[in-house]
């Protein structure tokens, strides 16, 4: 199958998409995929994803869901 034909197909299957998180998926993944062609792959976090960020990590540490310094030392034996 050439290309022209697989975009074709992936077209018309991206315009029955009825979720919209999906959508939105694909969205994130095309302004990723733009964004590093342009050699700027860098996006800095917004405030409500560096507050989720915070909120998962200290989470995590409740759970004792980490690993310290002489794990991951060990692990890439450095």
Same mark, same amino acid.
């Given at each position: ?11 018309? @299957?991206?315009?029955?998409? *009825? ?8 969205? !994130?993944?095309? &302004?990723?995929?733009? %964004? #590093? ?9 917004? @405030?409500?994803?560096?507050? *989720? ?8 540490? !409740?759970?004792? &869901?980490?690993?310290? %310094? #002489? ?8």
């Amino acid at each position: 199958m050439d290309i022209q034909t697989r975009k074709l197909e992936f077209i018309q @299957a991206f315009l029955n998409l *009825k979720n919209e998180e999906v959508i939105a998926q694909f969205e !994130k993944l095309l &302004k990723n995929i733009k %964004t #590093s062609e342009a050699g700027n792959s860098f996006e800095p976090f917004t @405030a409500e994803e560096f507050s *989720k960020r915070i909120s998962k990590s200290e989470e995590d540490f !409740k759970e004792n &869901k980490f690993k310290n %310094t #002489s794990e991951l030392l060990s692990k890439y034996q450095l």
